[in-house]
Nanobody, 115 residues
């Protein structure tokens, strides 16, 4: 069974930084694309960033140049480094992976950007 556990969220001032972590319990973690999504109040969940097994990354335009996704296959963990945070980045951030035809999600971690 696949489990994803996010951590690292919190309250930060505009312009600040946070680093989210997602610890995964999945066999052959290194084989799978990992992603970060976010959902703000009253909005649909949206894709933030992904990283493939080969390390190829994708970013939503809204976070490009500010966020960095990375993975440590030895630690079975994926990270999201978030810099220059803006109030509009406020959301619950979710870790995701797809194994076969099934999508797996973590419980989410709250990020609040406010002065």
């Amino acid at each position: 069974q696949v489990q994803l556990v996010e951590s690292g969220g919190g309250l930060v001032q505009p312009g600040g930084s946070l680093r989210l972590s997602c610890a995964a319990s999945v066999r052959s973690f290194s084989m799978y694309t990992m992603g970060w999504y976010r959902q703000a109040p009253g909005k649909q969940r949206e894709l933030v960033a992904t990283i493939t097994s080969g390390g190829t990354t994708y970013y939503a335009n809204s976070v490009k140049g500010r966020f960095t996704i990375s993975r440590d296959n030895a630690k079975i963990t994926v990270y999201l480094q978030m810099n220059s945070l803006k109030p509009e980045d406020t959301a619950v951030y979710y870790c995701n992976t797809r194994v076969g035809v099934a999508d797996y999600w973590g419980q989410g971690t709250q990020v609040t950007v406010s002065s």
